[in-house]
């Protein structure tokens, strides 16, 4: 038999990834029940910041995704976009910030996990240090375990675990809130107005808008599995409209519903959306249940930790296999999983974990870490959005399925309002918060460890030998 017929029987064999897979992928990264009580505190203005926010950045990176998977499907997501539109540099800077920004936001989930889970056992655990570390090294490796399996179990899980813990929860909590409504109970936030939508933006909310930007963060994870789709060019798009539209509807409505009932100066922001199901639940006299949605919306959690794992660690992959890392970066398993890539950063997030639960002294470290997350993302999404502007100069002829409307125009407007967005993020993300009383040593801190956390692959790439890698040609 010939290669190119054991080729064509290995294609026909293989098992794609349909428009569902692609939605639930992004659905899980970005639909985060955790965030809604951060937003509920601002109650109808919410709305308004929901708007910016998906003006600035959800609809410009959903459309920019949407051409470049299309035009450029080949793995690695944004490794590939970047790397077509500024060379090798581009691409793994774009990709390892993305990467190193997760070794210091995978904490900040897997407490939130650990603290959900606790609802369905006895909340008091959630103050228990040992309970907290336990629950959160058995999410995080039991996911990367998941993950050693490759992406068509990954795939599995996450179309599974994204209805039942971020769909059915957030609908769930949209319907109680309705049913609040309808029911003449009293709502904790005032009448509402036209007026009240408006946010209010002036120096102690500008920081927020950082937040609001980088809400919608991750639409562009699907894009990692382009090459894991039968026909991307035609695929991509519909997902990426579907699950915006999920997104957008299911993050609204949900904030506002958990607005309704509890005050903002009651909101735990680790258990905010357990204290408002807790509410409704006992007001319907279904406080039994109680239990059942924390396990839900602990599933919820575990999703979006899993999507946002194993996404850029198979970005990495590709870089590693095209001779860009050390041999070792290139280790993959009988499933095509990067396996040495998920022990590294796993080994690394375990570490970080451990001081974040058992050294509470180390809170304002913590908090620069965190700004240092921000400051990372902005990077990734510059990278993006001036990658879409600079290939329609660069490389018309390139096939794009789909392509932003309005010809030139249409694609200065999308990037500019993104490249706006997420510069504009960057700045005020560096600013220090209320308890920092020395603002140039913050803000010197956040850059100097944003610059630390982008600068490996600019090592890595100096120091390449030939005998890295696979020996493939670049794509």
């Given at each position: 038999?010939?290669?190119?017929?054991?080729?064509?029987?290995?294609?026909?064999?293989?098992?794609?990834?349909?428009?569902?897979?692609?939605?639930?992928?992004?659905?899980?990264?970005?639909?985060?029940?955790?965030?809604?009580?951060?937003?509920?505190?601002?109650?109808?203005?919410?709305?308004?910041?929901?708007?910016?926010?998906?003006?600035?950045?959800?609809?410009?990176?959903?459309?920019?995704?949407?051409?470049?998977?299309?035009?450029?499907?080949?793995?690695?997501?944004?490794?590939?976009?970047?790397?077509?539109?500024?060379?090798?540099?581009?691409?793994?800077?774009?990709?390892?910030?993305?990467?190193?920004?997760?070794?210091?936001?995978?904490?900040?989930?897997?407490?939130?996990?650990?603290?959900?889970?606790?609802?369905?056992?006895?909340?008091?655990?959630?103050?228990?240090?040992?309970?907290?570390?336990?629950?959160?090294?058995?999410?995080?490796?039991?996911?990367?375990?998941?993950?050693?399996?490759?992406?068509?179990?990954?795939?599995?899980?996450?179309?599974?675990?994204?209805?039942?813990?971020?769909?059915?929860?957030?609908?769930?909590?949209?319907?109680?809130?309705?049913?609040?409504?309808?029911?003449?109970?009293?709502?904790?936030?005032?009448?509402?107005?036209?007026?009240?939508?408006?946010?209010?933006?002036?120096?102690?909310?500008?920081?927020?808008?950082?937040?609001?930007?980088?809400?919608?963060?991750?639409?562009?994870?699907?894009?990692?599995?382009?090459?894991?789709?039968?026909?991307?060019?035609?695929?991509?798009?519909?997902?990426?409209?579907?699950?915006?539209?999920?997104?957008?509807?299911?993050?609204?409505?949900?904030?506002?519903?958990?607005?309704?009932?509890?005050?903002?100066?009651?909101?735990?922001?680790?258990?905010?959306?357990?204290?408002?199901?807790?509410?409704?639940?006992?007001?319907?006299?279904?406080?039994?249940?109680?239990?059942?949605?924390?396990?839900?919306?602990?599933?919820?959690?575990?999703?979006?930790?899993?999507?946002?794992?194993?996404?850029?660690?198979?970005?990495?992959?590709?870089?590693?296999?095209e001779g860009n890392m050390p041999p070792i970066f290139d280790r993959t398993n009988k499933y095509g999983a990067p396996v040495a890539i998920l022990v590294i950063q796993a080994l690394i997030g375990s570490v970080i974990s451990l001081l974040y639960v058992f050294l509470p002294s180390v809170?304002?470290?913590?908090?620069?870490?965190?700004?240092?997350?921000?400051?990372?993302?902005?990077?990734?999404?510059?990278?993006?959005?001036?990658?879409?502007?600079?290939?329609?100069?660069?490389?018309?002829?390139?096939?794009?399925?789909?392509?932003?409307?309005?010809?030139?125009?249409?694609?200065?407007?999308?990037?500019?309002?993104?490249?706006?967005?997420?510069?504009?993020?960057?700045?005020?993300?560096?600013?220090?918060?209320?308890?920092?009383?020395?603002?140039?040593?913050?803000?010197?801190?956040?850059?100097?460890?944003?610059?630390?956390?982008?600068?490996?692959?600019?090592?890595?790439?100096?120091?390449?030998?030939?005998?890295?890698?696979?020996?493939?040609?670049?794509?």
């Amino acid at each position: 038999m010939s290669d190119t017929a054991t080729a064509a029987d290995a294609q026909a064999k293989k098992k794609f990834l349909g428009v569902f897979a692609l939605v639930m992928i992004n659905v899980a990264a970005v639909l985060s029940i955790r965030n809604f009580p951060s937003m509920a505190e601002y109650g109808w203005s919410s709305i308004g910041w929901y708007i910016i926010g998906t003006i600035l950045f959800l609809i410009p990176i959903s459309l920019a995704g949407a051409e470049l998977a299309t035009g450029w499907p080949e793995g690695g997501g944004i490794y590939a976009w970047v790397k077509a539109a500024f060379g090798d540099k581009g691409g793994f800077t774009a990709l390892f910030c993305e990467w190193s920004n997760n070794l210091v936001w995978f904490p900040t989930v897997l407490s939130f996990i650990a603290s959900t889970l606790a609802f369905a056992l006895t909340p008091d655990l959630a103050g228990n240090s040992l309970y907290m570390f336990s629950v959160m090294m058995i999410a995080f490796w039991g996911t990367t375990l998941i993950a050693y399996f490759g992406s068509e179990i990954s795939t599995k899980f996450s179309n599974i675990g994204v209805i039942l813990g971020s769909i059915i929860p957030a609908i769930l909590i949209i319907l109680l809130g309705i049913w609040w409504l309808v029911s003449g109970a009293a709502l904790v936030i005032p009448a509402f107005t036209p007026d009240a939508i408006l946010p209010e933006i002036n120096l102690d909310t500008l920081p927020f808008f950082s937040t609001i930007i980088l809400l919608f963060a991750g639409m562009e994870m699907a894009g990692f599995h382009a090459l894991e789709t039968r026909n991307p060019q035609k695929d991509y798009p519909v997902a990426m409209a579907i699950s915006a539209v999920i997104i957008f509807l299911c993050t609204v409505f949900a904030t506002l519903a958990i607005a309704f009932v509890i005050p903002a100066s009651e909101l735990n922001l680790a258990s905010g959306v357990m204290q408002a199901i807790q509410y409704f639940f006992n007001a319907a006299g279904l406080g039994a249940f109680v239990g059942p949605m924390a396990l839900l919306v602990t599933i919820g959690g575990v999703v979006s930790l899993a999507a946002w794992l194993i996404g850029p660690a198979q970005g990495l992959g590709v870089v590693a296999e095209e001779g860009n890392m050390p041999p070792i970066f290139d280790r993959t398993n009988k499933y095509g999983a990067p396996v040495a890539i998920l022990v590294i950063q796993a080994l690394i997030g375990s570490v970080i974990s451990l001081l974040y639960v058992f050294l509470p002294s180390v809170n304002q470290a913590y908090w620069i870490l965190s700004a240092m997350t921000t400051e990372l993302l902005c990077i990734v999404y510059f990278f993006v959005f001036a990658a879409l502007i600079k290939l329609r100069y660069s490389r018309p002829e390139v096939p794009r399925p789909f392509t932003i409307p309005g010809g030139m125009a249409g694609v200065w407007i999308v990037g500019g309002l993104g490249l706006f967005g997420v510069v504009f993020a960057f700045f005020v993300g560096l600013m220090p918060p209320s308890f920092f009383t020395n603002a140039p040593v913050y803000i010197g801190s956040v850059l100097l460890g944003t610059f630390l956390l982008a600068v490996p692959p600019m090592i890595f790439l100096k120091f390449k030998k030939p005998s890295w890698g696979k020996g493939n040609t670049p794509r």
